[in-house]
């Protein structure tokens, strides 16, 4: 028969603890409900001790999101558990997430701590946290570096303190598929639990061997693994969810086990990260890349032209790619538009489809063909990075040349406490875009600071959709936008004006024309 492995993500504990990846809680609820659609069976939402805006936002899901277990972690000290118990209260299926370090060097270098030490902080902080009446999951941080027998002992301490999941993290991707099956048929033989408890597996890819191990750990008796959507997390990131589930379901011969994973909802969930983060997948990443179902070679495209099977072991739409390219044009109306969205999985209300199909519209004025691909771009940014708020963009003109400095010229309007006032203003810079952001500053009496910009092609050819991202600084808050257009400049000034509306919503980067006209030099 086949044995059941629960899926804990953690995308929005250890994801957004990788440098760049840090998300707002608007995104972390969005992609909280993304999670549950896909039926993880628990979701990590922070770290609620870290600081009061990660408490808020894992109390904001705990409230919101159904399904799953919702669990906070937490270090093993009462603070930590307090924190975590308040933040989850309102979930269906609250759970404490504990951890200590157990291996020779984090308890000498990094705790300070004796063994003995460490195995009554154990029994006692797991105790503590059970006294709550929730779930409690604790883990050995460093266990695959920690002495067997000694983990042996902590675990069973820790189950006879209250903890039913016994997490055993390889927190610096250092095993190897076989150590780890020999140390978890080693565990689950020496554990001296009271009652039955889960065994759990949370791998990092520092080797590139994440997956590997989270398979040998299922083979060995994990009941559950830990990881993230599109592999992201501390350093080299973690076991990529999708790539366990999918190994798993594809490899039914090699691996009697299930989830209850709905697979087709990976890529929709992969790219929704992408646009709340603002960083992409490499092309080539298996399951949700670009290019994971793409041929170019002549002879693949001949053997898939015969049988997908010749070059395809899954396919596309089992994980919720589009299969065939969409042909739309100009002279497409919106049932049709509203159609193909529905079979891209997108139900988009009547506003947010007249946002959208506007958007499109004015794409195909500009492109002969609409892919699947400029479909989502323009979902995504209404979605996801709407420039919605106080500012809106009337019109932008650059000049530039190879022999003469870009100017650039924006006019905006803005919502304040009263009627609406227009501006417009010009600047020069080191470049059309910097030219264009500069201009912007200005009219709209802003003070802040580009962060970071990325542009990607969102189809191939010369009339290509181009997806602006950038992150904008302004004080101690930074803010993600995104735009889409033929015209890059275009597309750059979208996602600016986004990025800014966010920051000014939030009463962040206002400044008087003076300071601003001094900041810009």
Known sequence: MSRRIFLFDTTLRD???????????????????QLARLRVDVIEA???????????SVSQIAREVRGPVI?????ANQRDIEAVARAVAPAERPRIHTFIATSPIHMEKKLRMRPEQVVQQVREMVAYAAAFGMEVEFSAEDATRSDPRFLAEVFTVAARAGATVLNVPD???YTTPKELYDLFRF???????????AFSCHNHDDLGLAVANTLAAIEAGATQVEGTINGIGERAGNAALEEVVMALRTRRDQFAFTTDINAKELHRTS???????????????AIVGANAFAHESGIHQDGVLKDRQTYEIMRPEDVGVPESALVLGKHSGRAAFRDRLRKLGYDLSDADLEKAFARFKDLADRKKQIADADLE????EGQQLADDGPIRLLSFQVVTGSNANPIATVTITEEGGGAPVTRAEAATGDGPVDALFRAFDRAARFRGHLAHYALKAVTDGKDALGEVIVRVRAGNRVATGRGTST???????????AAVNKLRREGHGDAAQDDVRENLG
Do not use: C
């Open 15 to 33: 994801g957004e603890q990788a440098p760049g990846f840090t998300m707002t809680p608007e995104g972390k609820l969005q992609i909280a409900h």
């Open 46 to 56: 922070g770290f609620p001790a870290s600081s009061p805006g990660d408490f808020a």
């Open 71 to 75: 669990a906070g972690l937490a270090r």
């Open 171 to 173: 927190t610096v991707g």
């Open 187 to 197: 565990l689950i033989e020496h554990v001296d639990a009271p009652g039955p408890v």
């Open 271 to 285: 790219r929704l990260l992408e646009h709340v983060t603002g960083i992409g997948v490499q092309p080539n990443k």
């Open 377 to 380: 771009a323009i979902v995504g």
């Open 487 to 497: 015209d890059v400049l275009e597309a750059s000034v979208r996602a600016y004006t």
